[in-house]
């Protein structure tokens, strides 16, 4: 208990370092590496490392990716812009050149099954944290949108913990994660949904902005979708978990695993977060 308090107070001193910083080239740098780290952990968690190649193109694309979109989002237009859109399609078209090569090279080892997830997990991490940069670049609210899209995921999963613990006797899904319950599914969702509300009413009227009651309730739907989607991601990692046997995706964080057992959720939230923002403006 001690190492896994002390290793999650240093992780959140970095990502406050990092998110003070979210105006500066910190930002994207911070969580390019952050993609990086968690394509490695789940390439290593379906045997893939031994296709370096394959490995490296995965962790490319994502690292070169979110550099890239925090270029193309921090004032880049005409031609430099045009520029930037056509390396996208370069950058994909290249490393899954990479990929299959590597999986040609290998016929034997390389399985199909491999080669989809690794392709799956890099469009999926990389498409999730995309969004991050974009709520970066929020004209008003920028630092508010990012918080709160990394924290959705986080909240629901505290106020499922302490519903579950208080009220839980019945079994979520036991095959897949013995400790979750409906009980603590449902504390999640409820948690959640009071919470956005209060969060988003307490910084408009923080911020002078009107806050009424059809803001509000969407608000708390924003924060419901949020953990519904939550335990989507959750759920998803520990199948894979299971399927492959091992208890974390690695152990940077001592105590609590890899950063995809920190990230997840996160990884449905932050685009559940921005389209719901998108369609259902708040503030």
């Known amino acids: 208990m001690k190492q896994r308090i002390i290793s999650g107070v240093i992780g959140a001193a970095l990502l406050t370092v990092v998110l003070i910083l979210h105006n500066t080239i910190v930002f994207p740098l911070a969580f390019a590496a952050i993609v990086g780290i968690i394509l490695f952990e789940l ?3 379906v045997g893939g490392l031994q296709f370096r190649l394959a490995t490296g193109a995965v962790m490319t694309y994502g690292i070169l990716y979110l550099i890239l979109g925090s270029l193309l989002q921090d004032g880049m237009s ?6 930037v859109i056509n390396v996208y399609s370069v950058l994909l078209y ?30 999926l991490v990389t498409y999730s944290f995309t969004f991050l940069i974009t709520l970066n670049h929020d004209e008003n609210h920028s630092l508010f949108y990012v918080i709160l899209s990394l924290c959705g995921a ?23 994660s013995p ?10 969702l409820v948690s959640n949904t009071v919470l956005f509300a209060l969060i988003f009413l307490f910084y408009a009227k923080a911020n002078g902005l009107y806050f009424g009651l ?5 608000a708390g739907v924003l924060g419901l979708v949020c953990a519904a989607v939550s335990v989507l991601g959750d759920l998803t990692a520990s199948v894979i978990k299971r399927q492959k046997g091992i208890k974390d995706y690695g152990n940077i964080m001592p105590g609590h695993g890899g950063l995809m ?12 977060f921005y389209w719901c923002m998108q369609l259902f403006p708040i503030l």
Do not use: N
Request: charged residues 20%; contains cysteine; proline residues 3%.
């Open 94 to 123: 290249v490393c899954l050149s990479v990929l299959f090569w590597d999986y040609m090279r290998h016929p034997k080892t390389f399985t199909i099954e491999q080669g989809a997830f690794m392709i799956s997990a890099m469009i």
């Open 214 to 218: 059809f803001e509000a309730l969407k």
């Open 43 to 45: 390439v290593r968690a």
């Open 261 to 272: 057992d920190r990230f997840d959720s996160v990884l449905f939230v932050i685009p559940a």
């Open 78 to 83: 005409g031609t430099a812009g045009v520029i």
């Open 154 to 176: 986080w909240i629901a999963d505290t106020g499922a913990y302490f519903s579950g613990v208080a009220l839980g006797k019945t079994k979520l899904c036991p095959e897949i």
């Open 179 to 188: 400790k979750k319950t409906v009980e603590g599914f449902i504390g999640g």
